[in-house]
């Protein structure tokens, strides 16, 4: 995986700290400091891992870094926050806004998140989605953004460290909203 330039010079920046003995709390926040003010889309295109549907040849696990498809960036550069995408299968548009959701929630406090989807079936698989990417985020970036679930059942997540709440449900009574993706709806 490559990642991004501006994301490397940050990785590159910790190194530098590192070697030259700099203590791990001023290396810590550096890199939260550096990665918060990169644009979400960056984040995600750099901090989260995916399974994608089939293997990738000379990989030896199945999780590889997200890297944003055409629909994605396209939806991305495009989208108002109040979007309806008329969108064919396979897309990668609840993925994608699975990892939307869970950036939100790990670097902005106090967040609601939830995906909804319209049977219960879904719901696990859009969790597990979600849940995968925090626990690689926590082995991957956990030395330098240590974050932890407060809450963690099989449909929701809580970060600690920014109070906000992820939730993947087939409805979302009573709850109020900063960011709502709803799965095929019709």
Known sequence: MS?????QAILTECERLDQSKAPKSKIREYFQTSVSQLSPFERINNLY???PKRPVVGQSSRLVFFSANTIQSTFWQSH???????KMRQGGV???SCLVALDLCLWSHGINAAIMAHVRDNVQKFFRITKTAFTQFQKDWGDLYPVHNAIDNVSELQIAETGSFLSV????KGLTLDFLHISEAA
Request: hydrophobic share 35%; aromatic share 14%; net charge positive.
């Open 169 to 172: 449900c087939t409805e979302a």
């Open 94 to 96: 609840t993925t994608f």
């Open 49 to 51: 891992r995916i399974r």
């Open 80 to 86: 108002t926050n109040r979007d309806l995408i008329l």
């Open 3 to 7: 990642f991004t330039p501006t994301f």
